[in-house]
């Protein structure tokens, strides 16, 4: 199946989007409003020279905030609903612990049998480093993808299960993305905290041997891939930011790029 390109926003973005989520509400989902305010994030310098923001990635951005199934009620039941719904039929407690079960499964056929001790999700984050990264729920996931070797920002996990050799998988679904586009991925090998756009301030930090997320664009894709910096050129910046140059090797076709700043992605770091 064809994925669509993958869109990364800069901090200054993801603020302003942040903002206009609390005081706006649900009225961000607005095609108009997306289209405004795409057009003021491509009219700024630091979108100099990249690919034009769609007004579809934009509300694709907040519909992870205000996702359909929290705007749109689902018909799945409430509990009022279904305790009304009980006492007319005048059931046992066993049969609608029986009924509740039977539905469950409907909207959750997957395994998710995994447990909930640490030991199991620790490959995720090691136990050494656990006391040095942000809370959980404040952390920002990405995957690989398995169609493409790109990485994706995560919207939602929806399941979790066991393959045959033992190891945790999770179903994804990616940001920007409907449900045909969602995949099984191994969480050791492709769950990741999300990688981190570098402000033009922060590019020193950028140096030979870094594993960097990497955004190429070409004729049929534009998306985010691994790649380990082999050499930078610094340069003077100015009123555009930085100027420095990135030499890039991908490490899933193993091509060489040279690339600016505005490209790269670092990885999360603690200290």
């Not at 996702?67 to 018909?75: N, R």
């Not at 996990?157 to 586009?181: D, I, M, S, T």
Request: with cysteine.
């Amino acid at each position: 199946m064809e994925r669509r390109s993958s869109v990364r926003f800069s901090p200054s973005e993801i603020a302003r989007m942040e903002k206009l989520s609390a005081e706006k509400k649900e009225q961000v989902l607005d095609d108009k409003f997306c289209q405004k305010l795409a057009e003021e994030f491509n009219r700024s310098a630091a979108r100099a020279g990249s690919k034009a923001l769609q007004a579809t990635q934009v509300q694709g951005w907040f519909l992870t905030k205000f996702p359909v199934s929290a705007t749109k009620p689902t018909c799945v039941p409430t509990a009022s609903q279904e305790k009304a719904s009980a006492s007319e039929v005048n059931v046992s407690d066993s049969e609608k612990k029986s009924a509740a079960s039977a539905s469950e499964e409907k909207l959750f056929p997957l395994d998710t049998s995994i447990s909930n001790n640490e030991d199991e999700v620790s490959p995720v984050f090691p136990s050494e480093t656990i006391d040095k990264i942000p809370e959980l729920e404040e952390l920002e996931f990405e995957a690989k993808s398995a169609k493409d070797s790109a990485w994706y920002d995560i919207a939602m996990f929806l399941a979790h299960r066991r393959n045959k050799a033992g190891e945790v998988e999770v179903r994804v679904r990616f940001e920007g993305f409907g449900a045909g586009e969602d995949e099984w991925v191994n969480v050791k090998k492709c769950i990741r905290q999300r990688s981190i756009p570098v402000e033009p301030s922060q590019c020193k930090s950028i140096v030979e041997g870094d594993l960097v997320l990497c955004f190429r664009e070409g004729n049929d894709e534009a998306l985010h891939f691994d790649a380990h910096v082999l050499e930078v050129q610094r340069k003077q910046h100015d009123i555009r930011g930085c100027r420095c140059v990135f030499l890039v090797k991908y490490d899933h076709d193993q091509s060489q790029e040279r690339v600016s700043l505005k490209r790269l992605c670092r990885r999360p770091k603690y200290f």
